[in-house]
T-cell receptor, first 115, second 110 residues
Framework: GDSVTQMEGPVTLSEEAFLTINCTYTATGYPSLFWYVQYPGEGLQLLLKATKADDKGSNKGFEATYRKETTSFHLEKGSVQVSDSAVYFCALIMNYGGSQGNLIFGKGTKLSVKP | NAGVTQTPKFRILKIGQSMTLQCTQDMNHNYMYWYRQDPGMGLKLIYYSVGAGITDKGEVPNGYNVSRSTTEDFPLRLELAAPSQTSVYFC?????????FGSGTRLTVV
């Protein structure tokens, strides 16, 4: 079945370091891809998304590019801040013509940024 | 905008007790979902609904029930609480892939 695999954490970085969180997917068709962020004690918030191959999603300095050839959607940020400390989830939705499938999540990667 | 509202935020249940987790959305979304989040396991889909009167099982439905009598409300029922149901529960609604999540209910079964 369709699935998402993301790098295991926790990831600990110093402020202003470069961040990469790897995400790969397995899908029978062409999904839409998402990154969600969960700050401590809160629900999930959409961080960015891409709906087709070669699309780049971006928000708050984070970027991810939909790579069909490598079935990947890696999350990157050039300079992390302490406020970026959170759990990051990669996810996909299959699109079935006029209807959508359900959101399928990876296990999440916890990021801790030290001052 | 309230978005997706979940109540209660915290609850402790004894084994065998029952409870209902409430979820309400004010965005007129047809799709609604219940997920549970266990440490290190991501989110797993319990039940979902594509509209009022229509519900379907997700990946982990055992021990839970849902109903969808209105577009706005999607309550999750636990009939006989078990320790394995200790988790954080999230309700969400969506329209064309844009999901909005509630802030969660932390449930402990002792």
């Amino acid at each position: 079945g369709d699935s998402v695999t993301q790098m295991e954490g926790p990831v600990t970085l110093s402020e202003e370091a470069f961040l990469t969180i790897n995400c790969t997917y397995t899908a029978t068709g062409y999904p839409s891809l998402f990154w969600y962020v969960q700050y401590p004690g809160e629900g999930l918030q959409l961080l960015l998304k891409a709906t087709k191959a070669d699309d780049k999603g971006s928000n708050k300095g984070f970027e991810a590019t939909y790579r069909k050839e490598t079935t990947s959607f890696h999350l990157e940020k050039g300079s992390v801040q302490v406020s970026d400390s959170a759990v990051y989830f990669c996810a996909l939705i299959m699109n079935y013509g006029g209807s959508q499938g359900n959101l399928i999540f990876g296990k999440g990667t916890k990021l801790s940024v030290k001052p | 905008n309230a978005g997706v509202t979940q109540t209660p935020k915290f609850r402790i249940l004894k084994i065998g007790q029952s409870m209902t987790l409430q979820c309400t959305q004010d965005m007129n979304h047809n799709y609604m979902y219940w997920y549970r989040q266990d440490p290190g396991m991501g989110l797993k889909l319990i039940y979902y609904s594509v509209g009022a009167g229509i519900t379907d099982k997700g990946e982990v439905p055992n021990g839970y029930n849902v109903s969808r009598s209105t577009t706005e409300d999607f309550p999750l029922r636990l009939e006989l609480a078990a320790p394995s149901q200790t988790s954080v529960y999230f309700c969400a609604s969506s329209i064309w892939g844009g999901y909005t999540f509630g802030s969660g209910t932390r449930l402990t079964v002792v």
